[in-house]
């Protein structure tokens, strides 16, 4: 998936909990387009919706309504097609019908959710002739969502991140909604703000007729060989997004409309002043003079590092609970089994304050095994937040480690040793004889600096030097923060 760009341009989406808008200001504030709530499930219409249409389109701004699916309620997919085209009735839309599938919508088996949403697309798609497009949540359309849908455009959500999480489903979005708790002038509170892909934006304003020919009419524009090898290119270096959409609408008489032959220099150019430029050659510098090495660390008192530990271990609170660690940048590591794949999390923190973090990453594995990672953004978070930094250094079998175990209403610390650094079955963790209980999920394990080695996974039974007698005792299995897949992943957020 693409990053964000100062290019793109800047989209809201509202319903009735937005309360009462001044359009004008929203427009005069930067704001290009809108997505309005039309409908929900069978039968409902948001209260605000004709309202919060006419005052968009008066002020000047692009439009396009949008429906929040309930397949789990047992409703079809052709009856909430029919309630949401009922309502949109006559009004003028230039941006897509979306259909936006999450939530509960995840309690519905994946094959027949995504034949439940292919089926509701196909249905407003060929009923409207006006374009549609899915709305989803950057980790529903990567565990959800299928290549059935591919068809047609994504609008994904991914809160404080600057490109969201990738899917198998699509390769870019065509709008990001990156927060919830936007402001604009206009708008009492938050509101969701969006950016939608510059190229897309022109495909869908560039011209006066900008819904696609119904799909269930046969389309007769071909275009020559040549012409589709350029579209081809063209879309491979991301200055189109459809050369299907160009051959049906740009062509006329095997040359290019004037319109979209505008569009094209201006996407065109829009390329190459965001690509690379070759660097000059620089003259022979002078040799830098030799780095001062580096001051020798200190390790700290156990108490301290037990201090340090407590105040930036959290508790995770999501179904039994876990533990998570601060890290640098208002950042929260944890393990995916504690946070269970959720966009946002709730975490308390030893001082006793609530926070709300937002999904940034899930670490993909390495091959087919999985890293039991997760990391989080804090929103709004103080710069006094507490936090550990990560340890850098190789790690050492028989170093003494601490960890704390952040419960609803107590921190608990726990000590060992270091006693296996990697195994063959699973290099990226190491094996302590910290004796970790289940609420230890997700936290950290401490060296003498105050560093984090690692993030404890899984109880386990691990063997231990005492003497000449190796004896097996009550551990547990960290992931490695030093290992390289785990150092990559990390390097890309922090």
């Known amino acids: 998936m693409q990053a964000r760009n100062p290019a793109n341009i800047k989209i809201i989406d509202v319903s009735h909990h937005n309360g009462v808008i001044d359009w004008k200001k929203v427009a005069a504030d930067g704001v290009k387009g809108v997505f309005i709530k039309a409908t929900e499930g069978v039968g409902y219409t948001d209260p605000k919706f004709k309202a919060n249409v006419q005052g968009a389109i008066a002020a000047g701004l692009k439009v396009g309504f949008y429906h929040y699916c309930r397949p789990e309620t047992g409703n079809t997919s052709v009856k909430e097609a029919e309630s949401f085209l009922a309502a949109v009735?006559?009004?003028?839309?230039?941006?897509?019908?979306?259909?936006?599938?999450?939530?509960?919508?995840?309690?519905?088996?994946?094959?027949?959710?995504?034949?439940?949403?292919?089926?509701?697309?196909?249905?407003?798609?060929?009923?409207?002739?006006?374009?549609?497009?899915?709305?989803?949540?950057?980790?529903?359309?990567?565990?959800n969502l299928g290549a059935k849908l591919a068809k047609w455009p994504l609008w994904v959500a991914h809160y404080g991140v600057n490109q969201p999480m990738a899917n198998p489903t699509w390769q870019r979005w065509s709008v990001f909604q990156y927060t919830s708790t936007g402001k604009v002038n206009g708008i009492t509170g938050d509101v969701?703000?969006?950016?939608?892909?510059?190229?897309?934006?022109?495909?869908?304003?560039?011209?006066?007729?900008?819904?696609?020919?119904?799909?269930?009419?046969?389309?007769?524009?071909?275009?020559?060989?040549?012409?589709?090898?350029?579209?081809?290119?063209?879309?491979?270096?991301?200055?189109?997004?459809?050369?299907?959409?160009w051959v049906e609408n740009a062509f006329e008489g095997g040359t290019v409309r004037g319109d979209y032959a505008a569009l094209l220099i201006q996407n065109m150019a829009k390329k190459l002043t965001t690509g690379t430029v070759p660097e000059t050659p620089k003259p022979e510098q002078p040799k830098p003079k030799p780095e001062p090495e580096k001051p020798v660390k200190q390790p700290k008192t156990w108490a301290e590092i037990e201090k340090l530990t407590q105040a930036a271990s959290v508790h995770v609170d999501v179904g039994g609970g876990g533990t998570g660690i601060l890290l640098k940048g208002g950042l929260l590591l944890t393990a995916k089994h504690v946070s269970k794949g959720r966009e946002s999390i709730r975490f308390k923190t030893n001082s006793r304050h609530w926070y709300t973090a937002v999904l940034v990453s899930e670490h993909l594995g390495v091959g087919k095994d999985a890293v039991d990672l997760a990391l989080y953004r804090v929103e709004n978070a103080p710069a006094n937040l507490p936090y550990l930094p990560v340890n850098t250094e190789p790690l050492i079998t028989g170093q003494k480690l601490l960890t704390v175990q952040a419960e609803y209403t107590e921190w608990i610390t726990r000590s060992g040793q270091l006693c296996q650094i990697s195994t063959v079955k699973e290099p990226w963790e190491f094996d302590c004889s910290i004796p970790a209980q289940h609420g230890n999920s997700g936290g950290a394990a401490v060296n003498e600096y105050g560093e984090v080695l690692g993030v404890i996974v899984n109880l386990a039974s691990v063997g231990i030097q005492r003497g000449s007698v190796r004896e097996s005792v009550p551990g547990c299995e960290a992931v490695n923060l030093m290992h390289p897949a785990v150092v990559e992943w990390l390097k890309k957020y922090m």
């Open 89 to 143: 009735a006559g009004l003028a839309a230039t941006l897509p019908y979306v259909l936006d599938v999450e939530g509960e919508a995840s309690k519905v088996e994946i094959n027949k959710l995504i034949d439940w949403c292919y089926s509701w697309l196909e249905t407003v798609e060929k009923r409207s002739g006006h374009r549609v497009m899915v709305y989803t949540r950057a980790s529903f359309a990567k565990t």
């Open 192 to 245: 969701d703000m969006n950016e939608m892909d510059l190229g897309y934006w022109m495909e869908l304003t560039g011209n006066a007729q900008n819904n696609p020919k119904p799909v269930d009419k046969p389309v007769n524009k071909q275009a020559d060989e040549k012409t589709n090898e350029a579209l081809k290119v063209l879309q491979s270096e991301q200055v189109i997004q459809s050369p299907t959409y």
